[in-house]
């Protein structure tokens, strides 16, 4: 919960930094962008279940901003265009190849809490 929290926090600086337009380096740029997308590449599906109502929220919030911001810092040359058009592609995949391990995971936390509940 502490590392999805910080890890949120971090995105939202970026964010915000970003949206206001105080990244003037390309290289400050990527950084952030990358910083942005990790709670979308590092919390699995047990962590984002722990999360706050606002948490769930700023991460929406975040996702909803995310096309604005790869158009503004392309307007200013501080992104290669065609790399960032690929991210959203390369995140749907990493999510659809990680779906089933998380699935199963899911499926042997019930079967454990059945096994535990059946032994109370």
Same mark, same amino acid.
């Not at 706050?52 to 040359?77: C, F, N, V, W």
């Not at 999510?95 to 096994?115: A, E, G, L, M, P």
């Given at each position: 919960?502490?590392? @999805? ?15 206001? @337009? ?6 400050y740029?990527?950084? #952030? ?6 709670? #979308? ?29 790869? $158009?503004?810092?392309? @307007? ?7 790399v ?12 659809? $190849? ?6 199963? #995971? ?13 032994? #109370?």
């Open positions: 919960m502490r590392t @999805g929290r910080r890890l949120l926090l971090n995105a939202k600086v970026c964010n915000e930094k970003l949206k206001r @337009g105080i990244v003037k380096d390309s290289q740029a990527n950084a #952030y962008l990358w910083m942005m997308l990790q709670p #979308y590449l590092s919390i699995d599906a047990l962590a984002i279940t722990m999360l706050t109502p606002e948490q769930i929220r700023l991460m929406t919030d975040m996702a909803k901003d995310y096309p604005a911001i790869i $158009s503004r810092l392309d @307007g200013k040359h501080l992104i290669d265009r065609d960032s058009t690929k991210i959203p592609n390369q995140l749907i995949r990493l999510y659809i $190849s990680t779906y089933h391990v998380t699935r199963s #995971y899911f499926k042997i936390q019930i079967i454990w809490s059945h096994i535990i509940a059946s032994h #109370y």
